[in-house]
């Protein structure tokens, strides 16, 4: 059953085998293009933050975390010795994924979600999830929606001062400070700690992709020392399957965010789908369970992940009624396949990240990886084989590095920007 599967994926140019150590080569070549001002798909944006400079102090501030699919917002307390405290805790629907917003309603909605902590302190970590440009300042410019939010009219538009004036609309403090910072960053910011590391990298993979690492000085790309944000989703440089062009094309954005596409939390469950959907086309089910998939027209990663759970545990899958014993195998290797190419993806990406850092060369002195995303932390082994595939791609490099992960983490690092400035 192995083979027949493998052969299926293989012929619709779903490679089983892919040579990781010439993918991981791609994506930081195509990191290095955008610094020498070649064409490339990352973004590599610039964040002004070196998380060297922070010192920790006495400190109260709004933190707002706005993701692919939901709203958070909290108050973070440190104390003199930089613990940090969370309290008034909410979560709510991230706005524009429930339907298209304007720019008013956007912004208006993120202000009402935080009226609760008006006059409560005058400083706000606004933690914003998509694709921006930050400016010096560290206000950030929207350059475009993924994970399919739809508020098409805040693209172009600068977040903290858009934000500022809809919380001015509302009695706030005019002087109200608010810094913009990707979740990749928050991530990073999150393992700065008192241990002797020599370089940091933030990793996401949830409803979307991305990456952030400390990029050292550099007079030949004409780099101050700071955070570097990639971009990830945007890197174009794999060539899609049958079934990822299908799920390309029935998207919100059709041909934006690549690699995303590939193996996020956000777009797993329509692959899975679309993959099993042409599986029961080719026969490779029995005909009363082609059937059952014919009639199928939607699909989460939580499905998927709890399918696998429960087929390697021998227990009952209730969501895939009419399967034969040789349908739950079959059904079992595609997932299987498709959960092991997120490994794959995200191992390529960490590696080039730590190519390009620069550090690690020591062992007391490793490059810390701090990873997030619940599409990372629990669908069905991909932490393991992330760090399985990570091993094999920097194998006989003499590289050390120390991956971290803790779901908790966001909010602290977010926290942690107050302290960059």
Not at 92 to 114: C, D, H, Q, V, W
Not at 201 to 226: D, R, V, Y
Request: charged content about 25%; some cysteine.
């Amino acid at each position: 059953m192995k083979d027949t599967v493998k052969n299926f994926l293989n012929e619709h140019g779903f490679y089983t085998d892919l040579n990781l150590g010439e993918l991981t080569e791609s994506i930081r070549n195509d990191m290095i293009n955008r610094y020498l001002g070649k064409e490339s798909y990352q973004d590599m944006i610039p964040t002004y933050i070196d998380p060297s400079s922070i010192k920790l102090q006495e400190k109260t501030v709004i933190v707002i975390d706005a993701g692919g699919t939901n709203f958070r917002s909290s108050l973070v307390k440190f104390a003199k010795d930089g613990k940090a405290s969370v309290s008034d805790f909410e979560k709510t629907r991230m706005p524009g994924t429930e339907g298209e917003l304007t720019k008013s309603e956007f912004f208006g909605k993120i202000a009402k979600n935080i009226e609760r902590f008006k006059g409560k302190c005058n400083e706000i970590c606004f933690c914003f999830s998509y694709a921006m440009t930050i400016t010096e300042n560290h206000d950030g410019i929207l350059t475009n929606f993924s994970k399919e939010v739809k508020a098409p009219q805040v693209v172009g538009s600068y977040i903290g001062l858009e934000l500022k004036k809809a919380l001015a609309e509302q009695g706030w403090s005019k002087d109200l400070k608010i810094i913009l910072l990707n979740d990749t960053v928050s991530a990073l910011l999150a393992g700065v700690s008192e241990k002797n590391y020599s370089s940091y990298i933030g990793f996401i993979l949830g409803t979307g992709l991305n990456a952030a690492f400390l990029q050292p000085e550099s007079k030949e790309f004409e780099l101050k020392k700071q955070i570097v944000v990639c971009e990830s989703a945007k890197f174009g440089g794999f060539k899609n399957s049958d079934f990822d062009i299908l799920l390309d094309d029935k998207s919100v954005k059709p041909g934006s965010a690549p690699y995303e596409k590939l193996c996020s939390g956000a777009y797993m469950g329509t692959l899975a789908l679309e993959t099993i959907h042409i599986a029961s086309k080719e026969g490779i089910f029995s005909d009363e369970f082609s059937k059952e998939i014919t009639l199928k027209d939607s699909l989460s990663l939580i499905e998927v992940n709890l399918f696998l759970q429960n087929y390697q545990n021998g227990e009952k899958n209730d969501n895939f009624k009419g399967a034969t014993e040789e349908d739950m195998e079959t059904l079992f290797e595609i997932f299987d396949a498709l959960v092991n190419r997120m490994a794959q993806l995200a191992a390529c990406v960490l590696a080039a990240c730590i190519l390009q850092c620069g550090e690690g060369k020591e062992p007391e002195k490793p490059v810390c990886v701090a990873c997030n995303g619940t599409s990372f932390f629990k669908t069905y082994k991909v932490i393991d084989r992330t760090k399985e595939y990570l091993a094999l791609i920097l194998q006989g490099k003499d590289l050390h590095y120390e991956i971290l992960a803790d779901e908790a983490d966001i909010t602290r690092g977010t926290a942690m920007a107050a302290f960059t400035i």
